[in-house]
């Protein structure tokens, strides 16, 4: 979804997704509608509060808004704790956004230091708990037991406020990975776990959790939020899982390990006509090659690209007019890792491997790391290391 930039704090981007912007007067329109028995909860814990004040014209809407404002106020703060104890250990922040399901902080890295990634994720938590903690300093501090609408309403948001940050904290001490008590979980874990395994679990118990918020959400009254939160920890916990696994299996190997050489890889000349390409793409069973000129590499031609040219012009159609000239290359000593961030990030299926003498070295795709992963994975002549930080594949002697 889109997301617009709303300001900065410490330097950090502070983002809106469009998503908030639809859930934003939901929550306004939510708590608006229950303000009698939220005054009822908060009379409890001695508010002194008269609802009848507090039910009159446009009032629960504006108090509605207020809440609702306060509210997303604190997760921004929560996610501020995360951000500045991460800055902290030396990871940079993106930016912090706020969408659809409250806030995040984007990391360009995830520590595996679990003392660094305790305290990076109960950070959160602790400081929704201090917001909690000065807005019921603010209920007691404003006068009670009076008429006047501002200072009811004023108690009502503080109260409200008081109430939501420390539920706030408490939810996301669940431990529902990758939730700051999952990410909590798997510090814990990594103790005594390499840190992939410790992912696993932790992404295991996060996924049960998942399940469980799901079947609560089904249960009347039906609750589509929770579903939705439910689906997210869900692929959330199943992808932290699956990027810790691989991250692990490929440390320390690079391109050159993975990538196919040059000397095997097919290439095609830009004058060969498009029937005869997609009859090599059959005959080879290849979808993409390099296209060479004079031994330089200066395109790369796709199934795709010959698809879109109509059957009866293909025999007029050369690779040169549908080829892609703008190609995304890769050095071969550079990391595994990398170079799917980049298959990802540019939404294709293979990287042109180039020295740096510019020089073709050979062609790494989507399924040469896949096949490689699985060899890593499976393959019982490679073993972990013995350090437990990182799982880094050698074979044994």
């Known amino acids: 979804m889109r997301r617009f930039r709303i300001g ?34 908060l009379n409890r814990f001695g508010g ?14 504006l108090l509605g808004i207020a809440a609702a404002i306060g509210l997303f106020t604190g997760v921004v703060l929560h996610e501020l704790g995360h951000s500045l104890v991460a800055i902290r250990y030396g990871y940079p922040i ?15 890295e995830m520590p595996e230091d679990w003392r660094q ?12 708990v201090l917001v909690g903690l000065v807005s019921l300093i603010g209920f007691v501090l404003v006068p009670s037991g009076t008429t006047t609408t501002t200072f009811a309403a004023v108690r009502f948001v ?11 904290a408490v939810f996301n001490m669940l431990p529902g990975f990758p939730m700051d008590g999952g990410r909590i979980l798997r ?28 079947l609560f959400g089904l249960f009347p009254p039906f609750n589509p939020l929770l579903i939705g ?42 004058d060969t006509k498009v029937r005869d390409l997609i009859r090599t793409m059959f005959e080879e069973r290849h979808t993409g090659y390099p296209v060479e000129r004079n031994g330089e590499i200066v395109g790369l031609v796709t199934l795709e690209d010959a698809r879109a040219v109509r059957e009866v012009e293909r025999d007029a159609y050369t690779v040169s007019d549908i080829m892609t000239t703008e190609l995304i290359a890769v050095a071969p000593d550079e990391d595994v890792m990398t170079a799917l961030s980049e298959l990802e990030g540019n939404n294709v299926g293979r990287l042109i491997v180039l020295d740096e003498a510019d ?32 799982t880094v594949f050698e074979p044994q002697a």
Do not use: C, H
Not at 188 to 207: D, F, H
């Open 8 to 41: 900065s704090a410490f330097g950090i981007p502070i983002q809106l997704d469009l998503t908030f912007l639809l859930v934003l007067p939901l929550f306004a329109w939510i708590i608006g509608s229950q303000v009698e028995p939220t005054v009822e909860l």
């Open 187 to 214: 510090a814990l874990l990594a103790r005594s776990n390499p840190y992939a395994r410790a992912t696993e679990i932790a992404a295991e118990v996060g996924k049960g959790f998942a399940i469980l918020l799901a």
């Open 48 to 61: 002194n509060l008269d609802p009848a004040v507090l039910t009159t014209d446009l009032l629960p809407w």
């Open 117 to 128: 990634e305790f305290l990076i994720a109960l950070a959160g938590p602790v400081v929704s």
């Open 359 to 390: 020089a073709f070295q050979g062609l790494l795709t989507r399924s040469d790391i896949m096949t490689a992963l699985t060899i890593i994975k499976e393959n019982p002549d490679y073993r972990a290391d013995d350090e437990g930080e990182a």
């Open 94 to 108: 993106e930016s912090i956004t706020l969408w659809l399901f409250g806030g995040i902080a984007q990391l360009d």
């Open 229 to 270: 939160l439910a689906f997210f920890i869900y692929i959330g916990a199943a992808g932290e899982s699956r990027q810790t696994v691989m991250r692990a299996a490929f440390e320390g190997v690079t391109v050159a390990d993975v990538m196919t050489p040059a000397d095997r890889v097919t290439t095609v000349d830009p």
């Open 158 to 168: 503080l109260g409200y406020l008081a109430l939501m940050n420390v539920a706030l």
